[in-house]
């Protein structure tokens, strides 16, 4: 079974960045890796996705140039980096894994496994 732990998360003025964390117990185990996201009265939306051997990524139109998503192999762990914050950002961020579907096939978002989140905020 594979356990995501996030963490990274908090306050910030807009404009400012973070680094979410995102620890993988099995990491071997899982396909491709994302990050989702969910505010308050709206859908969770995808913001970030890579495949397995961090060769594809994909992110959501709206923190396209903004935010990056990368691997540490050696530690087991996912990342999103997050530059350029805004209020619009704030939101619980989830990591998700998944054990057959590619990063590309993740963007319909039904993964496998879900941490169980992180939150971020953003003040202007």
């Known amino acids: 079974q594979v356990q995501l732990v996030e963490s990274g998360g908090g306050s910030v003025q807009a404009g400012g960045s973070l680094r979410l964390s995102c620890a993988v117990s099995v990491y071997s185990s899982v396909n491709c890796m994302a990050w989702f996201r969910q505010a308050p009265g709206k859908e969770r939306e995808g913001v970030a996705f890579?495949?397995?051997?961090?060769?594809?990524?994909y992110y959501a139109d709206s923190v396209k140039g903004r935010f990056t998503i990368s691997k540490d192999n050696a530690k087991n762990i996912l990342y999103l980096q997050m530059n350029s914050l805004k209020p619009e950002d704030s939101a619980m961020y989830y990591c998700a894994a998944d054990d057959q579907r590619t990063a590309y096939q993740a963007l319909e978002g039904y993964m496998d496994y879900w941490g169980k989140g992180t939150l971020v905020t953003i003040s202007s």
């Open positions: 890579i495949s397995s051997g961090g060769g594809s990524t």
